[in-house]
Each structure stands twice: as C-alpha cells, then as structure tokens.
T-cell receptor, first 115, second 116 residues
Framework: ETGVTQTPRHLVMGMTNKKSLKCEQHLGHNAMYWYKQSAKKPLELMFVYNFKEQTENNSVPSRFSPECPNSSHLFLHLHTLQPEDSALYLC??????????????FGNGTRLTVT | AQKITQTQPGMFVQEKEAVTLDCTYDTSDQSYGLFWYKQPSSGEMIFLIYQGSYDEQNATEGRYSLNFQKARKSANLVISASQLGDSAMYFCAMREGRGNTDKLIFGTGTRLQVFP
C-alpha cells in the first residue's frame, strides 16, 4: 500500500462521544499534518509534526488532541465536539519540513459530522 | 491580509479547450514555493505542479503549466486540452521560507466544470 491512508472515511458522532481519526503514510516522509476543511473556507492548518515532535499548534481548541507515535502514524483524538466542528479532516505528509519545494501529499480525508 | 487569492469561485470550460485558473499571492519573502492541488469529489487533495520563486522557467507537468509572473505575484494554472475528469476543485497554495516552511497556506479554491 502506498500514499497516505486515513480512516475512517466517514464519522458521525454526538457531542459527548470520544472518537479518534487515524492517518498512516507509506512514503517515508518525516513531517505529518492535520488540516480542517470547512465549506466555503480555505483549508486550515491545525497541527504539524516533524520526526514525531509537534512543531505547530495553530490555536486549535483542546477538544482536538493530536498524537504522533512515530513518523508514519498520526492520530487526532476528538472529545466533546461542537456541531461547528463538522468538516472534512485531511491528513498530509511531506518529505522535509524545511524545504519550500517539498509538496504535501494528502489522504482522502475523514468526513466528520457532529450531531 | 489574504496570502493566497483565487478570485474565480467557478469556471466552465468545454472539453478539449484550455482554461486558466487565477492565483495571486502576497509575501515579503524572497524564497517561497507555489503549489497547485486538485480536489475531486472524493476529497483527496492531489498535488499537480510546483513553482519555486527562483525558478526562471515556468513549471510544466503534462497538460498542466504554471504561468508565473513574479513581479505581479501571480501563479496561474493553465490546463490544456481539458478532459471531463478535470472537473474538480483546484487550490493554489504557498509555502514561505525563513522559518515558515512548515505552513502550506491555501486559497479558497476554484471549482472547474468541464462540459462535453
């Protein structure tokens, strides 16, 4: 299997639930990212990890909790979400965090609906 | 201030014709990279083409080319010989240098529809 894989593809959860999104990359990249894509808004960067260390938290509410156990896996733990958190959550990876010419490779995303 | 501006919310093009999707950017860095991504209805963001700020030639990848005009800060995507499968959202993005390379900033996108 190659590329960036996200599971689940779709998730419906209540505001009191706890769930996790999973991302796995098979590209040998060192950096991983979480983005949020809401309707009619630009993609919003949430978190960045480089060699398992978090380098960016873009003022994300604490109800979103990332975890990066190794360079190939990234999780986003969700708890007590709000309906406005409903969005497409995209995971991405890149070879190098320091080079401007290093493209991000994205997964298919998880479509999250909070009821 | 908006870093990446895509002024065309939607574009239509007939199959086999060429289409240009506009993108302007704002940065004070000398070193930066510009990217275009395609997002079909399936949701995946597909990397199409890259242009570096120091590249003297316009980037090309198959039917995709980037019309890079540095002085005007524009990086328009040109798709030649459009195909029905090109119908998707297209996003322009920028990665700045000097300590901000971990951020890829996206525009709001342009929805392209190719008709027969």
């Amino acid at each position: 299997e190659t590329g960036v894989t996200q599971t689940p593809r779709h998730l419906v959860m209540g505001m009191t639930n706890k769930k996790s999104l999973k991302c796995e990359q098979h590209l040998g990249h060192n950096a991983m990212y979480w983005y949020k894509q809401s309707a009619k808004k630009p993609l919003e960067l949430m978190f960045v990890y480089n060699f398992k260390e978090q380098t960016e938290n873009n003022s994300v509410p604490s109800r979103f909790s990332p975890e990066c156990p190794n360079s190939s896996h990234l999780f986003l733990h969700l708890h007590t979400l709000q309906p406005e958190d409903s969005a497409l959550y995209l995971c991405a990876s890149s070879q190098d965090l320091t080079l401007v010419n290093s493209p991000l490779h994205f997964g298919n995303g998880t479509r999250l609906t909070v009821t | 201030a908006q870093k990446i501006t895509q002024t065309q919310p939607g574009m239509f093009v007939q199959e086999k014709e060429a289409v240009t999707l506009d993108c302007t950017y704002d940065t004070s860095d000398q070193s930066y990279g510009l990217f275009w991504y395609k997002q079909p209805s399936s949701g995946e963001m597909i990397f199409l083409i890259y242009q570096g700020s120091y590249d003297e030639q316009n980037a090309t990848e198959g039917r995709y080319s980037l019309n890079f005009q540095k002085a005007r800060k524009s990086a328009n995507l040109v798709i030649s010989a459009s195909q029905l499968g090109d119908s998707a959202m297209y996003f322009c993005a920028m990665r700045e240098g000097r300590g901000n390379t971990d951020k890829l900033i996206f525009g709001t996108g342009t929805r392209l529809q190719v008709f027969p």
